[in-house]
């Protein structure tokens, strides 16, 4: 079986802040690389929230194009409040995916949407920041993929250093 694969663009990303939240979530859940446009990010020096130091592991490229960035057999996924966008809630993601994220002062180009093989929208009363979009689709790919994750072994792995606490059973 082929393991499915993720990629994500960030459009012109406003700040090192978003982007290190968002190399955080591409190491929680298994991103194999972020691709970014724009001059704005690279005007910092260090990934202030990636406290995973996932940019070790994850690559972070700026390109000029993110259709140029999209890997062989990605479907095209931009996440964008645009009229007539599918709800995340519906949609179903494909196996291998380019999830497109536009900047929080702005919104990916049409020419991009017009090449998307979706859109998608996270329904919520207002627009959410870049890193917490990030997260939001990562999630519920993991939680329609119908994986099983779960157990004190992924907790044990996965919490802080500092984490010991348990659950009483009754």
């Known amino acids: 079986m082929n393991k499915s694969t993720v990629s994500i663009g960030l459009t012109n990303p406003k700040s090192p802040t978003n982007v290190g939240a968002v190399m955080r979530a591409a190491g929680c859940f298994d ?3 972020v691709y970014y446009t724009g001059k704005r990010y690279q005007r910092a020096a260090k ?3 990636d406290t995973q130091n996932a940019c070790n592991d994850i690559p972070l490229e700026n390109v000029e194009c993110l259709l140029a960035a999209v ?3 990605a479907k095209i996924v931009c996440v964008e409040l645009a009229l007539g966008a599918t709800s995340l809630t519906e949609y179903q993601h494909p196996e291998n995916a380019f999830y ?3 900047p929080e002062d702005n919104s990916i180009s049409q ?6 093989d979706a859109v998608v ?3 919520s009363k207002s627009c959410l920041n870049l890193a917490a ?3 939001v689709v990562l999630y519920d790919r993991l939680a329609k993929s119908g ?3 779960q157990g004190d072994d992924l907790i044990l792995q996965a919490r802080d250093q500092n984490n010991r606490i348990k659950v009483k059973k009754a």
Request: proline letters at 7%.
């Open 133 to 135: 979009s990030v997260n």
């Open 47 to 49: 990934f202030d929230t």
């Open 147 to 149: 994986t099983q994750f």
């Open 31 to 33: 991103v194999e690389a």
């Open 121 to 123: 929208y996270i329904p």
């Open 111 to 116: 020419q991009v949407i017009d090449r998307a």
């Open 100 to 102: 497109i994220f536009g």
């Open 71 to 73: 890997p062989e057999n």
